[in-house]
């Protein structure tokens, strides 16, 4: 038996998109938690900024929110930034989660979110310790624009990943999610022919399990 057998599932801290939330994303995850289910389980965050003007999503208690802005209140992926706002606050967040529920193995995140995955994961690999993380899984995933953020691309990224991109993605365009996977060192990509969700059909699955079968659980801690 393998020691994945013996032990606990990996566990991944889930990063959502702009404009979701931990709930939202929980229930757009359902069918890649289904296909992860006994391998690895998904712990979701919640960004710390509600993006104004989210009230006419009619849920009071469930704000869209987002990791960071990159005008007053706004988002845009392709944007370079003068003056993006709240992403330290952000970091932060992820880190106190780290540290709240850990062990925590890896990072799933999605659009904004594997965006700021892959910040999270040049912060490890330049030795960070609030991010002991082993791997990131980035689904739609871009490098932001904003030069502010530019030191984060600067060195290739030695974490292990898998980025997953969609051939028609429309918020979030394929060339961006390939674009950012050249930052990291020895990246696996993943293409699935869809559009700006997270993939769990058959070879997607697969895909995952393939990946996720190269690291153990964290002890302790």
Known sequence: A???????????????????SERRFRQ????????LRGRAELVALSAPHPVPGGEEDNDADDPPRGWWFSGPGTFEAGEAAAAPAGLEESLSA??????????????LGFSQGA?????????????????????AILVA?????????????RDPIALPTLHVVGDADAVIAASLSRELAQHFVEP?????????????????????LDFLGRFQPRQGQ
């Open 2 to 20: 393998t020691a994945m057998s013996e032990g606990r599932p990996l566990r991944l801290l889930g990063l959502h998109g702009y404009r979701q």
């Open 28 to 35: 757009r995850t359902g069918a890649l938690r289904k296909a």
């Open 94 to 107: 992820v880190a106190a989660a780290l540290k709240e529920h850990g062990p925590i193995d890896g990072l």
């Open 115 to 135: 965006a700021l995955a892959a910040m999270v994961c040049a912060l490890r690999a330049r030795g960070d310790p609030r991010f002991p993380v082993a791997f």
């Open 141 to 153: 995933g871009f490098a932001s624009r904003a030069p502010a953020h530019g030191h984060f691309y």
């Open 188 to 208: 696996v990509v993943l293409t699935h022919p869809g559009g700006h969700f997270v993939p769990a059909a058959a070879p997607q699955k697969k895909a995952y």
